[in-house]
């Protein structure tokens, strides 16, 4: 039992990390925001943007799995401290690079350093809250990162029409090493009356062994590609084209169409920890992601295919989207409680991978198909133009992709919110 100072400190160590997942997903999304920009500087395409921006997710994809061994290994103090830092120089060298491969270098930093965010702050939950508070952290945590690509929405396009995007890119950099000297002093591995803190320092033996029997589990695959497709709308749409389809699309200034795409996390923050206490209190993982997947598939298509919705609608729809879409966050207790705790990091890690695999192919392929489908015509500033028929033909992928993650639950295993008891 907790006494009221350590029950304190678990959450402000929790907090800190998931503060790190703030920072990271706002310079996630932060390209978004500077589409017209990135795209004028360096002559890009879409097809060219969304590569670029997917440098992020080539990195941040694979090194899931090595960063799930890391922290069950090691820990999670230094290598959180260090991953900020990363973050904070590849930000850098983004807001300086003359050059796309230097831009390219620096993206592909920050998904180096954002790797360790997610992971990072699950692994300090399942060592300082109680076990029954796993799927509520998670969604609390989940909700913090919102809240940085709300941030990364509204602040950000403000900061880029006053001071540019170079301008916007360096003061991020700077905020990143200062949270990073914050993490080095009150992160803490462990709660202090932790008895035998080495148990948790897992041997690579029993690491690998249980990241073997999880490759070879048909519920994690499942799982993950549930996952993967629910995340669509906010891998691919909320933090890379929503912006570009409601400015050239839809009509809107870059205020108000960071606005709109910003409610996308709104609702997303409401609903993690929402999900998260509807799964936990009924103990069930699938009817509340097959309720919620139904509903998100309703939305876009309302979203997509009916041509005329006000601002302030739009606003609500994104809003409804993100609330919706946010059971995806299950995916994640359904992954760890499928398999061996002693591997917690391990498996979130793996399954994390799984789930961003939407961004590593599907940002450069809603580009591929907005330059099939342009219409020959530009921009005032010289870069292509795409019309709302180019966008709804691009964005399709979105609705067809929660179809498929419907039919794939259907095969997927309840797991009632029990762990899976640990094995010798």
């Not at 961003?356 to 940002?363: A, E, K, L, P, S």
């Amino acid at each position: 039992m907790q006494n009221k100072s350590s029950y304190r400190m678990a959450w402000l160590v929790c907090a800190l990390a998931a503060i790190f997942y703030c920072y990271e997903y706002l310079l996630r999304i932060s390209p978004s925001v500077m589409s017209q920009q990135l795209m004028q500087a360096y002559h890009l395409t879409a097809t060219q943007f969304g590569n670029l921006t997917a440098y992020y997710y080539y990195i941040y994809t694979p090194m899931q799995i090595v960063v799930g061994v890391l922290f069950d290994r090691f820990g999670t103090r230094v290598l959180l401290t260090f991953a900020c830092l990363i973050c904070s120089l590849g930000t850098f060298l983004f807001s300086n690079g003359d050059s796309v491969a230097l831009a390219a270098f620096g993206r592909l930093l920050v998904g180096l350093g954002s790797s360790f965010a997610f992971v990072g702050s699950l692994k300090l939950i399942t060592l300082w809250l109680p076990e029954r508070h796993f799927a509520l952290g998670a969604g609390f945590m989940t909700a913090l990162g919102s809240i940085g690509a709300i941030s990364g929405d509204i602040i950000l396009t403000t900061v880029v029409e006053h001071s540019g995007w170079r301008e916007a890119n360096f003061n991020a950099a700077i905020l990143g090493i200062i949270l990073a000297v914050i993490l080095a002093l009150f992160i803490r591995d462990f709660p202090k009356n932790t008895e035998n803190p080495s148990q948790y320092r897992i041997p690579f033996k029993t690491i690998l062994s249980g990241l073997l029997e999880s490759l070879m589990s048909k519920q994690i695959w499942l799982t993950g590609i549930v996952g993967c497709l629910l995340y669509l709308p906010i891998s691919t749409f909320a933090e890379l084209w929503s912006i570009p389809y409601l400015q050239q699309a839809r009509g809107y200034s870059p205020q108000d169409a960071a606005s709109a795409a910003s409610m996308t996390f709104f609702g997303w923050m409401i609903g993690c920890p929402l999900a998260g206490y509807i799964s936990d209190r009924f103990k069930n993982r699938l009817i509340p992601m097959f309720v919620g997947a139904i509903i998100s598939l309703v939305f876009l298509a309302i979203f997509l295919y009916v041509p005329h919705l006000s601002f302030n609608l739009m606003r609500v729809m994104f809003v409804l989207l993100g609330m919706c879409g946010s059971v995806q966050a299950l995916v994640f207790a359904i992954g760890r409680e499928s398999s061996r705790p002693e591997i917690g990091a391990t498996v979130i890690a793996l399954m994390n991978m799984l789930v961003m695999v939407g961004g590593v192919v599907f940002q450069p392929v809603i580009g591929i198909l907005l330059d099939l489908h342009w219409a020959g015509t530009f921009l005032p500033n010289g870069t292509r133009a795409y019309t709302a028929d180019s966008f709804v033909f691009a964005l399709s992928i979105l609705p067809i992709g929660v179809v498929i993650a419907l039919i794939t639950i259907g095969f997927m295993k309840e797991t009632h919110a029990r762990l899976r008891q640990h094995t010798k």
